[in-house]
């Protein structure tokens, strides 16, 4: 049965994405998708600097800026009909680098133990996901604790951060991470069971 969230990405990508690729790849056709990533990544870490130098309020801005660029990239090789799998690799390697600068920025303000454990359970959720699927494994992706829903997440607690400990909304990212990860686990368990 089909998501929600999975016909919402349908829906984006086929109204947004496509058509801001088609769009970039005519308007800077030097620019290739890796040269986005690239972009992106280091918008990711002036980001953070803004984080760090200016606060939450226009560090959220600067962070939903940076997050902008993590899908141009992928729909920039989808117009020019050159996906490939070192860019997934390469993109897949940039977009976790950036997410930990986000963090750091924010421990930097606020330091904390739960920060720690976000970045750490952050990187477990995605290390399964890659791992199993490495395996042969089917491994579910339509969790909030994506990438993406991570980043809505942090940007949400930012904004909230005056009103609302950030520690407690940390402690939700660490627990929604945490559930994703038992159930990958679980999910990587049923199939090795059902092939026993």
């Given amino acids: 049965m089909e998501t929600i969230e999975k016909r919402v990405n349908a829906y984006v990508r086929n109204n947004v994405n496509d058509k801001v690729g088609s769009f970039l790849s005519i308007t800077f056709p030097k620019i290739s998708a890796n040269k986005w ?56 390697i940039a977009d976790r680098l950036g997410e930990s600068f986000y963090f750091i920025a924010i421990f930097l303000l606020q330091p904390s133990l739960g920060l720690m454990v976000a970045v750490i359970t952050s ?18 992706s339509g969790e909030v604790t994506g990438r993406f829903g991570r980043i809505i997440l942090l940007l949400i607690l930012m904004l909230i951060s005056p009103l609302i400990s950030i520690s407690l909304i940390i402690w939700l990212i660490v627990a929604l991470n945490i559930f994703t990860i038992v159930k990958r686990l679980h999910e990587v368990y049923q199939q090795t069971h059902h092939k026993g």
């Avoid at 996901?129 to 089917?138: L, M, Y």
């Fill in 37 to 92: 990533t690239t972009i992106g990544f280091l918008a990711s870490i002036a980001a953070a600097f803004i984080v760090v130098k200016c606060g939450l309020l226009w560090g959220t801005l600067a962070i939903a800026i940076s997050s902008s660029f993590d899908w141009l990239d992928g729909a920039v090789a989808r117009a020019r009909k050159k996906e490939s799998r070192f860019g997934a690799f390469l993109d897949d």
């Fill in 123 to 140: 990187f477990l959720v995605s290390y399964v996901k890659a791992d199993g699927e490495r395996r042969g494994f089917k491994i579910s």
